[in-house]
């Protein structure tokens, strides 16, 4: 079962995938689904993921008892630990404490239904992180989150002041990963407050080359504030020759 924050009217992809190889790529479980009503978390549970162990003893369905946990005992004092879950056991999932933790190269491999990796992404594009009137300075980074429910997702740009900008370039694959992120020098912008906002690019349908064609989704226009210092490390008050000389003022 999966829980994560989510508003009202928001709609969300999830994926599953059962190891992190080429051998095991992203599935679809659901590119549509609604955010939960009357409440700020939604829960999403996976049916039929988990493969259960075979019933019985003396086979691989995990007959045997798991090991005794370790017992700490000060002086005459030992502690009572709550009783085992019933069995069958599935011995891969058994490990003395002393032993660390579960991996996969340690006590055979764990079945694929037992463990996996989830991505849930809402539909539309957001900045991760960032709030209203938020002050920024040199170079930072910036999450982004962008989903579509259908679509290869061709490029990402960011607009300050509903024009492009050469403070940040624009995402276009290969994606980087784990996630999107612009990198935004704001020492190419001027010092105050500025819009920013992000719109995202996608090809429905490759077959139909028009651009009328591509899906573009903006994300909410956010406010930020720049704020930079600015100095001089060579500062010259006076510049020329004698009696024929410029003054500068720095203000």
């Known amino acids: 079962m999966l829980s994560w924050p989510s508003a009202q009217n928001e709609k969300f ?12 790529p992203w599935t679809i479980l659901t590119n549509d689904y609604p955010g939960a009503l009357g409440t700020n978390r939604t829960v999403f549970t996976h049916v039929g993921v988990v493969e259960y162990p075979a019933g019985g003893g003396g086979g691989g369905g995990g007959g045997g008892n798991p090991p005794p946990p370790a017992v700490a005992s000060t002086g005459q004092d ?23 933790p579960l991996t996969e190269d340690g006590g055979g491999e764990v079945p694929l239904g037992a463990i996996g990796f989830y991505q849930v992404v809402r539909h539309g594009v957001h900045f991760i992180g960032l709030t209203n009137g938020m002050q920024l ?4 980074g910036l999450p982004i989150e962008v989903g579509h429910p259908e679509g290869e997702l061709l490029h990402v740009t960011i607009m300050i002041d509903d024009y492009g900008t050469e403070a940040a370039g624009m995402l276009k694959p290969p994606f980087p990963a784990p996630f999107l992120y612009f990198t935004l020098d704001t020492r190419l912008l001027s010092n105050g407050v500025h819009t920013l906002q992000a719109e995202a690019t996608w090809m ?8 009328a064609a591509l899906v573009n989704i903006a994300s909410p226009v956010m406010e930020i504030e720049v704020f930079n210092e600015i100095s001089f490390s060579n500062w010259s008050f006076h510049f020329g020759e004698l009696y024929d000389s410029l003054l500068i003022n720095a203000v």
């Open 13 to 24: 992809i999830v994926r599953y995938r059962a190891r992190l190889d080429e051998a095991h």
């Open 78 to 100: 030992e502690t009572e630990w709550p009783p085992l879950p019933p069995m069958p056991w599935d011995p891969r999932w058994i490990r003395d404490p002393s032993d660390g």
């Open 137 to 140: 300075s040199g170079v930072v």
């Open 204 to 211: 429905v349908d490759p077959a139909n080359p028009d651009p």
